[in-house]
């Protein structure tokens, strides 16, 4: 184990706490909210498809394996929308 896997078993590391103080936010119901903005927080059906079709491509290309996936600094950066595009669009023989 590395040393950093080591720290998170620590005790100190293995408890969660909570705020007393709290502030209580409504949250609109989903009818409450425009078309557009609909469109911007929630996916269709063919959104949903192309993402999960795109990240069966990026995580076949790290070996199935969520301890290899890609990080973000390793990832290329589209320069019109700064999205982050994984290395495999790329380079069709990429390996993590």
């Known amino acids: 184990r ?3 896997e ?8 293995r408890h969660i706490s909570f705020d007393d103080s709290v502030r209580v936010v409504p949250i609109p119901m ?3 909210f425009s078309d557009r903005i609909k469109t911007r927080i929630w996916s269709n059906a063919c959104e949903i498809h192309e993402n999960a ?6 995580f ?3 070996g199935w ?3 290899q996936v890609t990080e973000d600094d390793k990832m ?11 290395p495999v669009h790329y380079n ?3 390996q993590g």
């Open 2 to 4: 590395t040393k950093k």
């Open 6 to 13: 080591e720290e998170m078993k620590s005790p100190e590391f």
């Open 30 to 32: 989903r009818s409450e």
């Open 53 to 58: 079709a795109r990240n069966s491509v990026e």
């Open 60 to 62: 076949a290309a790290e």
């Open 65 to 67: 394996d969520w301890r």
């Open 76 to 86: 290329y950066v589209c320069c019109i929308t700064g999205e982050l595009i994984h």
């Open 92 to 94: 069709v023989e990429y």
